[in-house]
């Protein structure tokens, strides 16, 4: 269902493709607005009141948006170069451990929420190891970059309105499954690299 969202989400997105070409944008400033706009999540998601939580599941909303976007916008300007990959992946990581890190700050769970940022930033990390292997760049898995932001988005919205899935904050659920779900989906991504390049 993810899957099927995400490819819906780059229809969507091609609206926007077509005004930022038109206006000039870069897709370089896509990428640092996309950043800047998660650090503004992280923040909100430290202040921890419902309405900042709201607010923060918009702004993790329009991050997975401008993502979509500026490898878009590169790919329809002719100007992707391995720079530019560069500076969207490590944007990509430290937007997603300043929003994880924010939810720990707000929950004050600090010791899970280290394990769940070095789950996610293994997640990125296991699948960029395929490609220094030569064999292309591994998106799937048990969790995925789309998965973390769905989470991130029905965490907040659970935890905004009060309701606690069985007695328990819906951010620290969060947190456990972001950990859980990064570890294993990094095991199941070095398996996999392991076969592959054994194959090449």
Request: hydrophobic residues 50%; proline residues 2%; without cysteine.
């Amino acid at each position: 269902m993810l899957e099927r969202a995400e490819r819906l989400g780059y229809s969507a997105v091609e609206p926007l493709v077509t005004v930022a070409e038109r206006a000039g944008v870069t897709p370089n400033t896509v990428t640092a607005v996309s950043v800047f706009v998660a650090f503004s999540a992280s923040a909100l998601l430290y202040v921890a009141t419902p309405a900042s939580q709201i607010a923060a599941v918009a702004l993790v909303i329009t991050n997975g948006v401008l993502d979509v976007l500026d490898g878009e916008l590169a790919r329809r300007t002719g100007t992707a170069s391995a720079r530019g990959d560069l500076l969207d992946h490590v944007g990509d990581r430290y937007a997603d451990a300043a929003v994880v890190g924010g939810i720990a700050g707000g929950t004050g769970e600090w010791l899970l929420g280290t394990a769940a940022v070095s789950g996610v930033l293994l997640v990125a990390e296991a699948g960029t190891a395929a490609q220094a292997e030569g064999i292309g760049r591994i998106y799937r898995g048990f969790l995925t970059r789309a998965d973390i932001s769905a989470l991130v988005v029905i965490g907040g919205i659970t935890t905004a309105s009060g309701v606690r899935p069985a007695g328990v904050e819906a951010f620290i659920v969060v947190l456990f499954l972001l950990t859980v779900g990064g570890h294993l989906t990094a095991l199941q991504r070095a398996v996999a690299i392991r076969r592959l390049a054994g194959n090449s």
